[in-house]
């Protein structure tokens, strides 16, 4: 038996430049964290020989490739031809949830595919290959953000450059700096999950079409930059600010980002305490992020507390990326 773990994902800045219809023009960054929720893969060979068994929110007893539902696993299935094997995937978090799922589940099930069948296979590699899988394959309208987010982990400022290389450049922090930024971020459910794809198909069409959205995408970089160099110099002190800033540009550039809703809970949080934040991932649900100074904490945590239905999650920054977590072959 084989068990890959890929973690789930935070941005803070730059979500939306990675979309081909942007940094093929402008070139793309995104400052990005994992965080210690993860999506687990799990194969092993299967007693019947000619079967395929797949465990995920449903179960799939398949004899072919081609009968197989999950559109991933039909992919991954058909590249590596494989037969006779049961492969099940389990979750920290649901999908459609804003923090990167599908990208690390694509991540997690190559990297246990590889392992599986004995063949090395860079991470560098793996997050390429989950790019071309879910863009090119399978005509997702994403970005490549979340792949290199989730492979790489920690802490990462990533470059999507025109030419369609993508550079990972990793943010050290000391240690007490690392835990100030992890204990004042918080993230709030917000009860609503939403398919990435329609939101990320009308934010490119936006993109294209409008000048001035385009420009809120370069805006979007610059605070990405910004924070990036802010944080090279240990500085948190414009951190919500940034948030707040790259929150409602993005909001302007597809009516499909965000509701009323979520601008209601959103403006509680502000009122609350916070001093910024954004909804993570496409837009439309998901979760909240706020960002949080120490001195207001108690008092945001007991605002936040009176609001209804929505589910606080306690996060940590992670380090690690994707791994083989077991390897018991026999």
Known sequence: MIIT???FRISFAG???????FYKKHGGCALVTSINRYVYIEIHPYFNEDRIQLKYS?????????????KIFREV????????VEISCTADIPAGTGLGSSSAFSAALLKAVYAYKNQYCSNANIAAEACELEIKRLKSPIGKQDQYASVFGGLN?????????????????DRQLKNTLGNRLYLYYTGK????????????KSISADPQKERKLIEMTNIAEKMKIALEKSDLSDFGKYLHEGWMLKKGISTLISNGDIDDLYQKGLSAGASGGKLLGAGGGGFLLFYVDDARKEEFVRGMALIKNIKRLDVALEQNG????HHDQG
Not at 77 to 84: E, H, T, V
Not at 158 to 163: K, L
Not at 322 to 325: G, S
């Open 77 to 84: 299935i058909k590249q590596f031809n494989l037969m006779g």
């Open 15 to 21: 979500g939306g430049s990675d979309l081909p219809v």
């Open 58 to 70: 449903q179960t799939e007893n398949v004899g072919s490739a081609d009968e197989v539902k999950h």
């Open 193 to 204: 999950m939403r398919d990435a794809n329609d939101i990320l198909d009308d934010q490119q």
């Open 157 to 173: 400022f990533i470059r999507f450059n025109p030419d369609d290389t993508v550079v990972v450049e990793p943010i050290v922090l």
């Open 322 to 325: 994707l791994q083989v977590v």
């Open 5 to 7: 773990r890929a973690p």
